[in-house]
């Protein structure tokens, strides 16, 4: 089983930057990609970003340019870097990987993007 913390959120002005991290223990050697998604007020939640191993990204069309994930293997860890942030970036951003067929998610961090 994994355990994943996020952290990093807040409120920011649009255009603002925002950098979340993920914190991933337990059997972490299973681990492979790890991905971001988000969940805005009274919609679905929606993948933003995965990263592989080996350290391959993929983005959702409405971030590409403006948000980075990286990750440390040392670490454990995997970062979202979200620059020129909107509105409609606004939700809670949550953490998740596949292991053993097995979701699993963190409790999310809340992104706000308001003036």
């Known amino acids: 089983q994994v355990q994943l913390v996020e952290s990093g959120g807040g409120l920011v002005q649009p255009g603002g930057s925002l950098r979340l991290s993920c914190a991933a223990s337990g059997s972490i050697f299973s681990i492979n990609a790890i991905d971001w998604y988000r969940q805005a007020p009274g919609k679905q939640r929606e993948l933003v970003a995965i990263?592989?191993?080996?350290?391959?990204?993929y983005y959702a069309d409405s971030v590409k340019g403006r948000f980075t994930i990286s990750r440390d293997n040392a670490k454990n860890t995997v970062d979202l870097q979200m620059n020129s942030l909107k509105p409609e970036d606004t939700g809670v951003y949550y953490c998740?990987?596949?292991?053993?067929?097995?979701?699993?998610w963190g409790k999310g961090t809340l992104v706000t993007v308001s003036s």
């Open positions: 990263i592989t191993s080996g350290g391959s990204s």
């Open positions: 998740h990987t596949i292991v053993a067929h097995m979701n699993n």
